[in-house]
């Protein structure tokens, strides 16, 4: 499977905890994005990189959330001292910029997050 | 104000119905317009882009008005596996790069 592919699926854990959620895009895609979604709303945008660059972060992206794409490749995001608010579902998405469909993103089936 | 609002859902309707989502965004220098598909613990995906004059596909029409800063998406002739959320997406760019999302309008179609 060539997919947007996400580690681990699920996450349970205490308040107060560090976790990291993994993303490999679409090997040829540069643009890599992650977006958190609640239940009844939409994607909501975190961050995205172009290439090994952050280009852009979300107001919503507290000091305790950091994300980083070193090589340009795959993708970390860790929430530091997880909070019950943070529980969620973690979406990765990837596309080529310049790609032959604008706005396609290929979302990753995501990481659950629960906080206890 | 939220940069893209849609209709509450959940809309429930027979199969053979025609059905209509609205969605408003606040962003006036928005590029590109989208409706994505969710279906039930599924990841979002593409439906269609919508372009300025309008624009078809099969069952699904969506058209936008810039002027009023307005989307929406037709769908006729609902079929049972058109049940899922419809997500209106926004782009401030038309080079693609960061979407802004709506919260979704949930669609059940049924026998």
């Known amino acids: 499977d060539t997919g947007v592919s996400q580690d681990p699926r699920h996450k349970i854990t205490k308040r107060g905890q560090n976790v990291t959620f993994r993303c490999d895009p679409i090997?040829?895609?540069?643009?890599l994005y992650w977006y958190r979604q609640t239940l009844g709303q939409g994607p909501e945008f975190l961050t995205y990189?172009?290439?090994?660059?952050?280009?852009?972060k979300s107001r919503l992206l507290s000091d305790r959330f950091s994300a980083e794409r070193p090589k340009g490749s795959f993708s970390t995001l860790e929430i530091q001292r997880t909070e019950q608010g943070d529980s969620a579902m973690y979406l990765c998405?990837?596309?080529?910029?310049?790609?032959?469909?604008?706005?396609?993103?290929?979302f990753g089936e995501g990481s659950r997050l629960t906080v206890l | 104000r939220k940069e893209v609002e849609q209709d509450p859902g959940p809309f429930n309707v027979p199969e053979g119905a025609t059905v209509a989502f609205n969605c408003t965004y606040s962003?006036?220098?928005?590029?590109?317009f989208f409706w994505y598909r969710q279906d039930c613990r599924k990841e979002p995906k593409l439906l269609m882009s919508?372009?300025?004059s309008g624009n078809e596909d099969g069952r699904f029409t969506a058209q936008l008005n810039r002027a009023s800063q307005y989307i929406s998406l037709l769908i006729r002739d609902s079929k049972l596996s058109d049940s899922a959320t419809y997500l209106c997406?926004?782009?401030?760019?038309?080079?693609?790069?960061?979407?802004?999302f709506g919260q979704g309008t949930e669609l059940s179609v049924k026998p």
């Open positions: 962003n006036s220098a928005s590029q590109s």
């Open positions: 090997s040829e895609h540069n643009r």
């Open positions: 990189f172009q290439n090994e660059a952050q280009l852009e």
């Open positions: 998405a990837s596309d080529l910029a310049g790609g032959p469909v604008i706005g396609e993103l290929f």
């Open positions: 997406v926004v782009n401030w760019s038309n080079q693609g790069g960061k979407l802004i």
């Open positions: 919508v372009y300025s």
